[in-house]
């Protein structure tokens, strides 16, 4: 069964500082791998996706993410962390058989302090 | 660009009461997903629609549980005798159907509460 653990509940960092967000995935082939942000009382939104190719993948507002095999991670990352990034950081696993559901974590809240 | 859209956002509801939620996809994009979010937590796959077929269903719903896309567009999740534990926010999902695991584009959601 697919599994993804994001072992960080909660992070605070400082507007200006760079960010690291940790995912750790299991699953027995090759997965597709997807970062999403929620802010409060609203619904996802897709940052970035990997699903073959390059394992460092660009997302949206200057988030990155870089896909270890040999670590089973996907990290999302951001040089410069912005006080409007705040929200909550959800990675999810899908299979690559036909139209996977996605299995997620249960998300790594961000705080921005100024 | 018309997203993903849900009505009602919010629902608040009485123990043993029914419920009915609505989805719209994104035009044209053939998969559609129901997941359900709860406090704290990542969301949780309930079930999923080829088109008007539906092909998968969790462990995760019940009984009380009932979803439709009578027409390939539109669905709908029905919650029949509420429960506390329904408490949740519902979340839908599609994608185009290009083979395998697609991106999957979310709607506001729906947050239900049942007193």
């Known amino acids: 069964a697919q599994s993804v653990t994001q072992p960080d509940i909660h992070i605070t960092v400082s507007e200006g500082a760079s960010l690291e967000l940790r995912c750790n995935y299991s699953y027995g082939a090759t997965p597709y791998l997807f970062w999403y942000v929620q802010s409060p009382g609203q619904g996802l939104q897709l940052l970035l996706k990997y699903f073959s190719g390059d394992t460092l993948v660009q997302g949206i507002k200057g988030f990155e993410a870089e896909f270890k095999r040999s670590q089973s991670s996907f990290n999302l990352r951001k040089p410069s962390v912005h006080w409007s990034d705040a929200a909550e950081y959800f990675c999810?696993?899908?299979?690559?058989?036909?139209?996977?559901?996605?299995?997620f974590g249960t998300g790594t809240r961000l705080q921005v302090t100024l | 660009d018309t997203g993903v859209s849900q009505d009602p956002r919010h629902k608040i509801t009485k123990r043993g009461q029914n419920v009915t939620f609505r989805c719209d996809p994104i035009?044209?994009?053939?998969?559609l997903y129901w997941y359900r979010q709860t406090l704290g937590q990542g969301p949780e796959f309930l079930t999923y629609f080829q088109n008007e077929a539906q092909l998968e269903k969790s462990r995760l719903l019940s009984d009380r549980f009932s979803a439709e896309r009578p027409k390939g567009s539109f669905s709908t999740l029905e919650i029949q005798r509420t429960e506390q534990g329904d408490s949740a926010m519902y979340l839908c999902?599609?994608?185009?159907?290009?083979?395998?695991?697609?991106?999957?584009?979310f709607g506001p959601g729906t947050r239900l509460t049942v007193l």
């Open positions: 999902a599609s994608s185009p159907n290009s083979g395998g695991t697609d991106t999957q584009y």
């Open positions: 035009s044209e994009h053939n998969r």
């Open positions: 999810a696993v899908g299979g690559t058989g036909t139209a996977s559901k996605l299995t």
